[in-house]
């Protein structure tokens, strides 16, 4: 009996402990990429959004309410696997979507979007994955004040969509507060909130972000970007049987980038970024740089 006691012990912390290596790979490398499909600061800047005035109004102007887009990015990052070693790679992104938004009197955003990727490691071909995701929410402009809710829903798949890994729901809140600060340059701070519950349940979590983005227009088409972000994350149980202590993660990221619209339905934009991450679970701690050029094509109807 103490053998079979001694044994079925090491078989359960085998599990978690192989789970755990996997989850850390996971966390780290999958979900993480994936976007928030909320209104950001930088939809500020698709559209001629702003005229002056005591108190500026911002002004989303979609005359037609369907994109259909496509959009393939390369991306080279120093830690292909987010962790305190460092392997660098290439990843390439081929994400494609359809996507609804529309003004209601003048304040009301509503707007839905669905969409499909593949990403693939030129070397960690371990880490590819595919997801399939939708996005929904309303956003409310008062005085220049942006406040958007949003609920996304996604299934994560180790292969092109087949061999599900994970699926998740996530709510989202956000408040973004843009100021004209000078001719061509855009202020604009944030805070945002989201909380997320996934299956396998060891990935739920909620999240506080604050940050500011700042823009310049060089010219009709073509702004430059500068970004700063903090962020913490409370996992409401993650591996706690393994790791016996709670995971809470601290991150900071700079970034900057530019955005090129070349012709309607053409768009041009390249982004790099540094982040450090800091865990109460050492094993997550990392430090990344990356550098992605992406290219989008959409038609709107």
Do not use: C
């Amino acid at each position: 009996m103490r053998y079979f006691t001694a044994l079925f012990t090491g078989i359960i912390l085998a599990f978690f402990a192989g789970n755990y290596t996997y989850a850390q790979n996971f966390e780290n490398n999958i979900e993480q990429r994936i976007e928030d499909g909320v209104i950001t600061a930088e939809d500020l800047l698709e559209a001629e959004e702003i005229y002056g005035g005591d108190e500026e109004l911002i002004i989303l102007v979609k005359p037609k309410l369907y994109k259909a887009y496509i959009s393939p990015s390369l991306t080279y990052t120093d830690n292909a696997f987010l962790n305190g070693g460092k392997d660098d790679d290439l990843i390439g992104t081929l994400k494609t979507g359809l996507e609804f938004k529309t003004v209601i009197a003048n304040r009301f955003d509503a707007f839905a979007n669905f969409s499909a990727d593949v990403t693939e490691y030129a070397e960690n071909e371990t880490l590819n994955y595919s997801t399939l995701q939708s996005n929904f929410g309303i956003s409310y402009t008062h005085k220049n004040l942006i406040m958007t809710l949003g609920y996304t829903s996604g299934i994560v798949y180790e292969d092109f969509i087949s061999d599900e890994i994970i699926s998740f729901h996530r709510g989202i809140t956000s408040f973004v507060r843009p100021y004209r600060i000078a001719n061509n340059w855009l202020f604009a701070p944030y805070i945002k909130g989201q909380i997320r519950y996934t299956n396998p349940s060891e990935f739920s979590y909620y999240q506080g972000d604050i940050g500011s983005n700042l823009y310049y227009r060089v010219q009709q088409g073509l702004n430059l970007r500068f970004g700063v972000r903090g962020s913490y994350k409370n996992y409401f149980d993650y591996f706690e049987s393994f790791t016996t202590q709670e995971r809470e993660d601290n991150s900071i990221s700079v970034s900057s980038g530019f955005d090129w619209k070349l012709r309607d339905g053409i768009s041009f934009k390249g982004d790099i970024a540094f982040t450090h991450n800091n865990s109460t679970l050492n094993a997550n701690d990392y430090d990344a740089f990356t550098a992605t050029p992406s290219l989008k094509l959409s038609i709107r109807f």
